[in-house]
């Protein structure tokens, strides 16, 4: 069997290391923020860095939520420190870029 049209990620040697992460991880839910921003990641490398709203949901927030399986109000939390700390770019209110998303592709 031939691997050739396989694509493999990882995430860096330094992930839980960078100090972003680690403020994340320490904050109330931390533990779960960081599992949800690696959901985000999972789904963002199939779309180049780009999540988009497509109305499944009554809001973008709903909508991640039930896409990866997580509580809307963790979903927003976040949302919100990503975006403070300059991990994603809300382009609008129906698109959100990854920053970095290069980073995590094989």
């Known amino acids: 069997m031939s691997n050739k049209n396989k694509k493999y990620y990882w995430l860096s040697n330094d992930f839980y290391q960078n ?5 994340l991880r320490k904050s109330a839910a931390g533990d779960t923020c960081v599992i949800i921003y690696q959901k985000l ?5 199939k779309t180049d860095g780009v999540l988009r709203f497509e109305n499944i949901e009554n809001s973008f927030g709903k909508e991640l939520a039930l896409i990866t ?4 109000e963790n979903i927003k ?3 919100n420190f990503l975006a403070d700390k300059g991990l994603i770019k809300k382009i609008d209110n129906r698109i959100l ?3 970095d998303i290069e980073n995590f592709k094989g």
């Open 19 to 23: 100090s972003k992460i680690q403020k």
């Open 41 to 45: 990641l999972l789904l963002a490398l």
């Open 69 to 72: 399986d997580e509580y809307t």
């Open 77 to 79: 939390i976040t949302l």
């Open 97 to 99: 870029q990854i920053i």
